[in-house]
Each structure stands twice: as structure tokens, then as C-alpha cells.
């Protein structure tokens, strides 16, 4: 499993990709920064089976702390999306095809608007984000529509006078963006097209197939980033409402990073997710970490509850991909045959 991070430059991407895996991504205001896309490992959480069993779990991936497991998740961190990517402008096949790696997208937008379409910086509140989720949704649509269409006509002939199976052929054709007859068949019932004349499909027929195979195949969750901004929360509200086949997450990526290095110094105490730190000695600390740990715990996590990092990741895999954890053990014994604790 993959899960690919993209938005446009300096939405703040890169910095919830850091915030995510404490890799060293490389991160500044301006267009393009992420050249080649970055790979690192996040961690999703959930309850650990120990305390149900009065154990100490020792897992051989991820690591438990305080009774939650961190499940250790591949990330993606693409480079930033410009309009026409589908087109090749800004790298952008490049970038659409380092993308299809990935099996479900956490599209970050910058939602406080303080930057447009092109990354750069603007008056806060004066762009609007749902441009950014639009123009990803018709880059994705056109790169499918692109690929299901190259060679058309004469696919959709030979498919007829072949007497082949359209949702097999199609399948084995659009096998790369991993679209399996199953879906194809769906489709074609749920639009109502004739199955045996193909090449009697429109244009509009085409670009309905490619956005839902889209939709189907790379789910996408939006990561409502730099909501500490004033004013953010408004455009917070107009986008759950304008989207809501969508699952919208506020977040701050700064603060989430900003935490989490605070806690590998060990100047603070803090579990990914939760809504609260603890200070571990107040004398390390000078006048401006202390104004910064304040500004994140005021307008940060008691007013999100969280960072928002955490629960993103955990959507992503859990509500849209839909997985499960499992935590193996023997019949007789709960540990694996190295002696690892429900490993």
C-alpha cells in the first residue's frame, strides 16, 4: 500500500510530508521545490491488543507507546501539481505517473487562500481553495481520459469485429492504473452504454468512464492545511458544504512538525493525534518556543482537537482503503516464533 501526497507548490505539502515521517523532505515557498518525489514511512494508529491480554507487545514494525500502536505506513510525497499537468506543463506527466503509484491521494490545499493557483504567495482569505480541489480533480480526469482514449477508434473496432469482451479488453489495457473488468462492467451498466458497440460511445460517454474509474481507483482525502491562519475556518465550512463526497480534515502541518521535533529533543511529551503536550522541563525552553507552544496549543489543538496530521493518515488508510489491523498470534501463545509480543 501507497499513499501519495499532492497539492500545488506551496500549499504545504512537503511540510505535512515531514510532519508525517520526520523525513527530511525539502521544504520552502516557491514553486517546484519537491523535484523528484519523496518516499518515506508515516504511521497510522490504533488500539493496542495488549492491554486486553495484560502484555507487553514488542511488534516487529512501527512501535506502541502508551497503549496505541503506530502502524508504519509507505508515503509519497509528489511534486507540486500546476493546471495542465495532464497537458506535460510543469514536469506534469512526469509528476501524474510518479502519482499512479499510489493507491489512495491526501490532497493537501493551503485552506487559509494565501496562495493561488500557481503556488505563489497571496493576501490570506484572497484566493479560494476549492480551486485547487477542481483543478486536481480535471488534471486526474484528463491524464485517465487521455489514457483510455489513446487509439480509440480503432481499439473499439477491433473490440467489435473480434467479438471480444469490452470490460476484458479495456481491463487488460488500463491494466498500469489497476482498473479491473469488474469495474469496467459496472460501469457500463451504471451509464447504460451498449457493451456491444463500443465505438458508438461519445466524448461525454469517454470523459464520465475515466472520472469515475478515477474516483474509484485513487479515493482522496483533503487535508485542509494551514488552518491556524485567521479567517481559515470559514473556508473550512465552505468546502465541506461545496464537497461532500469528500472527507475534510483541518490541519496544521507546521505545528504537527513543530511537536514532533520539540518531542524527539525531548522538550515535550507528545503522542501523534492527541490534543494536548506536556512540558518536561520549562527552564530549556526560551521566550519564543514558549510563545510557539502556546500559539499551537490555543489555536491549534483546543480548537481542532488534534493537529489533524494524524487523523488524515488514518482516514486515508482506515476509512477509504478500507483496511483492518490484525495483530497475529499462535493459538497457544501470542508471541511469533522470535519471541516478538503480537508482533
Not at 327 to 335: D, E, I, R
Request: one cysteine or more.
Amino acid at each position: 500500500m501507497l499513499v501519495g501526497i499532492v497539492g500545488k507548490p506551496s500549499c504545504g505539502k512537503s511540510t505535512f510530508f515531514k510532519a508525517a515521517t520526520l523525513a527530511e523532505a525539502e521544504i520552502a515557498n516557491y514553486p517546484f521545490t519537491t523535484i523528484k518525489p519523496n518516499h518515506g514511512v508515516g504511521y497510522v494508529k490504533v488500539e493496542c491488543a495488549d492491554k486486553d491480554f495484560n502484555v507487553q507487545c514488542n511488534p516487529r514494525f512501527g512501535y506502541c507507546l502508551n497503549g496505541i500502536r503506530f502502524v508504519p505506513v509507505d508515503l509519497l510525497d509528489v511534486a507540486g501539481l500546476v493546471p495542465g499537468a495532464y497537458k506535460g506543463l510543469g514536469k506534469g506527466n512526469e509528476f501524474l505517473d510518479d502519482l499512479n503509484q499510489a493507491h489512495v491521494l491526501i490532497h493537501v490545499i493551503d485552506i487559509s487562500g494565501s496562495t493561488n493557483e500557481k503556488g505563489e504567495p497571496v493576501e490570506p482569505l484572497s484566493y479560494d481553495p476549492s480551486e485547487d480541489i477542481k483543478f486536481l480533480e480535471v488534471e486526474l480526469d484528463m491524464w485517465y481520459l487521455r489514457n483510455l482514449t489513446k487509439g480509440w477508434e480503432k481499439f473499439a473496432r477491433q473490440v467489435q469485429q473480434e467479438q471480444q469482451e469490452i470490460q476484458k479488453a479495456l481491463a487488460k489495457q488500463l491494466s498500469f492504473l489497476r482498473i479491473t473488468e469488474n469495474m469496467i462492467e459496472d460501469l457500463i451498466k451504471k451509464l447504460n452504454l451498449n457493451q456491444e458497440k463500443p465505438s458508438e460511445w461519445t466524448q461525454d460517454n469517454l470523459k464520465q468512464i475515466a472520472s469515475e474509474l478515477r474516483k474509484i481507483t485513487k479515493p482522496m482525502i483533503i487535508a485542509a492545511n494551514k488552518i491556524d491562519v485567521p479567517g481559515a475556518e470559514k473556508n473550512l465550512e465552505k468546502i465541506k458544504k461545496q464537497f461532500p463526497d469528500y472527507i475534510t480534515i483541518p490541519c496544521s502541518a507546521e505545528s504537527e512538525l513543530a511537536l514532533k521535533e520539540a518531542a524527539k529533543h525531548e522538550i515535550i511529551d507528545y503522542t501523534p493525534g492527541q490534543n494536548n503536550f506536556t512540558i518536561k522541563d520549562e527552564s530549556k525552553l526560551n521566550e519564543k518556543q514558549k510563545s510557539a507552544l502556546e500559539f499551537i496549543k490555543t489555536n491549534v489543538l483546543e480548537k481542532y482537537n488534534s493537529t489533524g496530521i494524524q487523523e488524515v493518515l488514518d482516514a486515508a488508510v482506515f476509512k477509504l482503503l478500507k483496511y483492518i489491523a490484525i495483530f497475529p498470534g499462535g493459538v497457544n501463545k501470542l508471541a511469533d516464533k522470535d519471541g516478538n509480543v503480537l508482533p
